[in-house]
C-alpha cells in the first residue's frame, strides 16, 4: 500500500501560483510513476502531469503546458507540482496518484490516489 496525501491548495487570483505537495508513505516511492489529475465540478477526472520513476522525464496535459511544472524529491518521499500564470478555468480538486507504468495518463491505471486538495481560481 501507498498512503498520498496531498497539500497546499487554496483560493488564488488570476495570474497567481501556488504550489501543491504530495506526500507519500508505505510502499517504496520510487517504484512508481507520479501522476497529477484534476476534476472540475460537474466534469470528469483529467489527467494533469506525470513524472517518471527516476524523476528525468515529465509529460503534460495541452492545457497546462508551459504554467506547470511536476518534479519529485525521493528523499522526502514528496511530490509536487508548481502552478503558475493560473487561470480561473484551472480551478478543481487535484489529486496524486501513483502508476506502475511510465506514461499512463487514464484514471482507470492508477494504482494508488490520494483525496484531493482544492484549488479555486477567482478572476
Known amino acids: 500500500q501507498v498512503q498520498l496525501v496531498e497539500t497546499g491548495g487554496g483560493l488564488v487570483q488570476a495570474g497567481g501560483s501556488l504550489r501543491l505537495s504530495c506526500a507519500a508513505s508505505?510502499?517504496?516511492?520510487?517504484?512508481?510513476?507520479m501522476e497529477w489529475f484534476r476534476q472540475a465540478p460537474g466534469k470528469e477526472r483529467e489527467f494533469v502531469a506525470t513524472i517518471d520513476m527516476g524523476g528525468g522525464l515529465t509529460h503534460y496535459a495541452d492545457s497546462v503546458k508551459g504554467r506547470f511544472t511536476i518534479s519529485r524529491d525521493s528523499a522526502k518521499n514528496t511530490l509536487y507540482l508548481q502552478m503558475n500564470s493560473l487561470k480561473p478555468e484551472d480551478t478543481a480538486v487535484y489529486y496524486c496518484?501513483?502508476?506502475?507504468?511510465?506514461?499512463?495518463?487514464?484514471?482507470?491505471?492508477?494504482?494508488?490516489w490520494g483525496k484531493g486538495t482544492l484549488v479555486t481560481v477567482s478572476s
Open positions: 508505505g510502499r517504496t516511492f520510487s517504484n512508481y510513476a
Open positions: 496518484a501513483a502508476a506502475s507504468m511510465w506514461l499512463e495518463t487514464a484514471p482507470h491505471a492508477m494504482t494508488y
